[in-house]
């Protein structure tokens, strides 16, 4: 029902910024929530930022005042500002939909940050 779609990632400086696009396609009509994972190698996969349909967000810890979630819901898109990057922001992002009581998951997009 939902096809999610990320891109953005890349190469940057620490210090640096990077904006995070996920796009939703499917016969939908309204995502409930959507937000932002992450996962490096040899870690755990963390919350970064979520956020409902009428805009209450939620922050990893590590994240707070640097990144922020915001979301388009005619366009069914989400996005996650990242400013400040820090070499430890290194990892996979993976964008994720909850529709109808199902979660969905796009196939990730690489953030490296360069000391």
């Given at each position: 029902q939902v096809q999610l779609v990320e891109s953005g990632g890349g190469l940057v400086?620490?210090?640096?910024?990077?904006?995070?696009?996920c796009a939703a396609s499917g016969m939908i009509f309204s995502i409930?929530?959507?937000?932002?994972?992450?996962q490096a190698p040899g870690k755990q996969r963390e919350l970064v930022a979520s956020i409902t349909r009428d805009g209450?967000?939620?922050y990893g810890d590590s994240v707070k005042g640097r990144f922020t979630i915001s979301?388009?819901?005619?366009?069914?898109?989400?996005?996650?500002?990242m400013n400040n990057?820090?070499?430890?922001?290194?990892?996979?992002?993976?964008?994720?939909a909850r529709y109808v009581g199902n979660d969905y998951w796009g196939q990730g997009t690489q953030v490296t940050v360069s000391s």
């Open positions: 400086q620490a210090g640096g910024s990077l904006r995070l696009s409930a929530a959507m937000g932002w994972y992450r209450s967000t939620n979301r388009d819901n005619a366009k069914k898109t989400v996005y996650l500002q990057l820090k070499p430890e922001d290194t990892s996979v992002y993976y964008c994720t």
